[in-house]
T-cell receptor
Framework: NAGVTQTPKFQVLKTGQSMTLQCAQDMNHNSMYWYRQDPGMGLRLIYYSASEGTTDKGEVPNGYNVSRLNKREFSLRLESAAPSQTSVYFC????????????FGPGTRLTVT | AQSVTQPDIHITVSEGASLELRCNYSYGATPYLFWYVQSPGQGLQLLLKYFSGDTLVQGIKGFEAEFKRSQSSFNLRKPSVHWSDAAEYFCAVMYTGTASKLTFGTGTRLQVTL
């Protein structure tokens, strides 16, 4: 069991470039989440998918889009990167039945210059 | 809106000393409460969680936390800290009917001196 995997681990972008962060889980979880982590601010929810086929905005969705490709995969897209999007991005998943625990991936460190 | 406060940004303790990290949440309903730990450059690992029942919960690595409804608190404790406990600790809250969304505190960085 790999748990939650994220690619890439590191990425440097120039302002205005686009990219997609990939996330996959092999635990058959219903819900998936994208967070960003910035110093002194904890983790903030960007988007989430409560179940396959649904996506909703979180606390800081501006500048991002998501796709729940299937039950396993949940991608985060930056259409036109800005320096303010420099952050560490974490994907998480949760079964939402019996247990509400979220399982986190190792993170993607993104720098936008 | 739900929120979590971790009033201590940085704490330093000596190895072998006891530890208490503070966490307060704000909302009226009964929350689900979590403590996560993050080692440098790593993802988050769940230490413990509280859903209902016994207000003192035991977690991994010798940690425990106590839910006190009257104080809206869920403080994390460890009787004797080890150097390997140096990390950042996050308290988080979730409410039913919110698609299991977590709201995190801003974190407390623990430094352990030998």
């Amino acid at each position: 069991n790999a748990g939650v995997t994220q690619t890439p681990k590191f990425q440097v972008l120039k302002t205005g470039q686009s990219m997609t962060l990939q996330c996959a889980q092999d635990m058959n979880h219903n819900s998936m989440y994208w967070y960003r982590q910035d110093p002194g601010m904890g983790l903030r929810l960007i988007y989430y998918s409560a179940s396959e086929g649904t996506t909703d905005k979180g606390e800081v969705p501006n500048g991002y889009n998501v796709s729940r490709l299937n039950k396993r995969e949940f991608s985060l897209r930056l259409e036109s990167a800005a320096p303010s999007q420099t952050s560490v991005y974490f994907c998480a998943s949760s079964p939402r039945t019996e247990s509400y625990e979220q399982y986190f991936g190792p993170g993607t460190r993104l720098t936008v210059t | 809106a739900q929120s979590v406060t971790q009033p201590d940004i940085h704490i330093t303790v000596s190895e072998g000393a006891s530890l208490e990290l503070r966490c307060n949440y704000s909302y009226g309903a009964t929350p689900y409460l979590f403590w996560y730990v993050q080692s440098p450059g790593q993802g988050l690992q769940l230490l413990l969680k509280y859903f209902s029942g016994d207000t003192l919960v035991q977690g991994i690595k010798g940690f425990e936390a106590e839910f006190k409804r009257s104080q809206s608190s869920f403080n994390l404790r460890k009787p004797s800290v080890h150097w390997s406990d140096a990390a950042e600790y996050f308290c988080a809250v979730m409410y039913t009917g919110t698609a299991s969304k977590l709201t995190f505190g801003t974190g407390t960085r623990l430094q352990v001196t030998l």
